[in-house]
């Protein structure tokens, strides 16, 4: 199994910013996948998911996320998206894609985003 | 919302003692379902516990995990130099939230 995170960057506040998840013998689809972030020097932080096909694919967001992210699957690519919305300084972090520990708990590299001005 | 709470927040141990970390609930955590994750510094977690106390394939039996309801324990038995790391417990299920860390240092 492997997820390769992708797509971060430095963005202005306010701004926006689409992450991937690419995976690699693992099905997405059959999984609720997560997004969990990690700010310069503290702990882990869980965004929000994406449910298994079998549920409708339903998300669920924290409290800080709910509003400003999306999270959706392209199931013919294999992948999960993280849509990020009017971004500020908290949200920078390295993000980090998640199978989920009933899936396997298998985490990617992750990716880094940075709001700064 | 359910809190974890981890102690204590730094473990000062040397190699070959036995660490002891703990991880409470603000509420019950349904069906056990309380996992606990290993990070080191520039890594990803790496997932070593599941269901409070089944080993992740691969991982070394020096580490154990037990508790139920509100309180539980990830043990690693014999400290190995590659066992100095961060601990995170977490929730899973129909709710996720993690724990704050528990740092295990060389003394």
């Known amino acids: 199994v492997q997820l390769v995170e992708s797509g971060g960057a430095l963005v202005k506040p306010g701004g926006s910013l689409r992450l991937s998840c690419a995976s690699s013998g693992f099905t997405v689809s059959g999984a609720s996948m997560s997004w969990v972030r990690q700010a310069p020097g503290k702990g882990l932080e869980w965004v929000g998911r994406?449910?298994?096909?079998?549920?409708?694919?339903?998300?669920d967001y924290a409290a800080s996320a709910r509003g400003r992210f999306s999270i959706s699957r392209d199931d013919s690519e294999n992948k999960v998206y993280l849509q990020m919305n009017s971004l500020n300084t908290e949200d920078t972090a390295v993000y980090y894609c998640f199978t989920g520990v009933p899936q396997g708990g298998f985490w990617g590299q992750g990716t880094l985003v940075t709001v700064s001005s | 919302e359910v809190v974890l709470t981890q102690s204590p927040d730094t473990l000062s141990l040397s190699p070959g003692e036995r660490a002891t970390l703990s991880c409470r609930a603000s509420?019950?955590?349904?069906?056990?379902?309380l996992a606990w994750h290993q990070q080191k510094p520039g890594q990803a977690p790496r997932l070593l516990i599941y269901g409070a106390s089944s080993r992740a394939t691969g991982i070394p039996d020096r580490f154990s995990g037990s508790g139920s309801g509100t309180d539980f324990t990830l043990t690693i038995s014999r400290l190995e130099p590659e066992d100095f790391a961060v601990y995170y417990c977490q929730q899973y299920g129909s709710s996720i939230f993690f724990g704050g860390g528990t740092k295990v240092e060389i003394k």
């Open positions: 994406v449910g298994s096909k079998t549920f409708g694919g339903a998300t």
């Open positions: 509420q019950s955590v349904s069906g056990n379902s």
